[in-house]
């Protein structure tokens, strides 16, 4: 069975720029999370997504938003980008609604210069 | 808000050691996480508790709901078990972000 895919894995961005990351799920997932990893914060979540819904959402401002598709692939958007915003984000998968063990793709690396 | 601190922050022991790392956790929870991130990023997620205790080959991890404490121990460790271990938490309220919340992690380093 195929892992959690990330693209891209690598990007460089300008502030002020927008960014949109995806995330394909294992098959059969129907719940994706979204986390960002900074050396200072450490791993803080962004949001859950299950059946095309969002179930939960963490303490970051509007310019990060996000979505899951039909088919449970998901996408996080950066608008506005600003330099604290360079991390590797990760996603994760689950099938259960909210919870269960969860299966983390490689993360994309983002950095605004 | 649930501050989740793990203890140490820093390990290094000799290979064939015994190692306990500590989780311990401020509200009720639903579920606690051990991960596992090797450098390069890429996390495993370990064990997932509610209750009691688990062991996967020489990894065991227990969980005391009382004391709002969990360990994850490692048995005749290994330089491959050489990696950052994050405990998460996921609140049981139900209500408003109920995401996981994470410790800092703990980075062991295991010598031959």
């Known amino acids: 069975k195929a892992g959690v895919t990330q693209t891209p894995r690598y990007l460089i961005k300008t502030r002020g720029q927008q960014v949109t990351l995806s995330c394909s799920p294992i098959s059969g997932h129907r719940s994706v999370s979204w986390y960002q990893q900074t050396p200072g914060q450490g791993l803080q979540f962004l949001f859950e997504?299950?059946?095309?819904?969002?179930?939960n959402k963490g303490n970051f401002p509007g310019r990060f938003s996000g979505r899951q598709f039909s088919n449970s692939r998901s996408e996080m958007n950066v608008s506005t980008l600003e330099l604290g915003d360079s991390a590797l984000y990760l996603c994760?998968?689950?099938?259960?609604?909210?919870?269960?063990?969860?299966?983390f793709g490689p993360g994309t690396r983002l950095t605004v210069t | 808000k649930n501050e989740v601190e793990q203890s140490p922050q820093n390990l290094t022991a000799q290979e064939g050691e015994f190692i306990t790392i500590n989780c311990s956790y401020s509200?009720?929870?639903?579920?606690l996480h051990w991960l596992q991130q090797h450098p390069g990023g890429g996390i495993v997620s370990l064990f997932m508790l509610s209750s009691g205790k688990k062991k996967h080959g020489r990894l065991i991890a227990t969980i005391n709901i009382q004391e709002k404490h969990s360990s994850l121990h490692i048995t005749a460790s290994h330089p491959r078990d050489s990696a950052v271990y994050i405990c998460?938490?996921?609140?049981?309220?139900?209500?408003?972000?109920?995401?996981?919340?994470f410790g800092k992690g703990t980075h062991l380093i295991i010598q031959p």
């Open positions: 994760a998968s689950s099938l259960a609604v909210s919870g269960g063990q969860k299966y």
């Open positions: 997504y299950f059946s095309e819904t969002q179930r």
């Open positions: 998460a938490v996921r609140s049981g309220s139900g209500g408003g972000a109920d995401g996981l919340t």
């Open positions: 509200v009720g929870i639903s579920a």
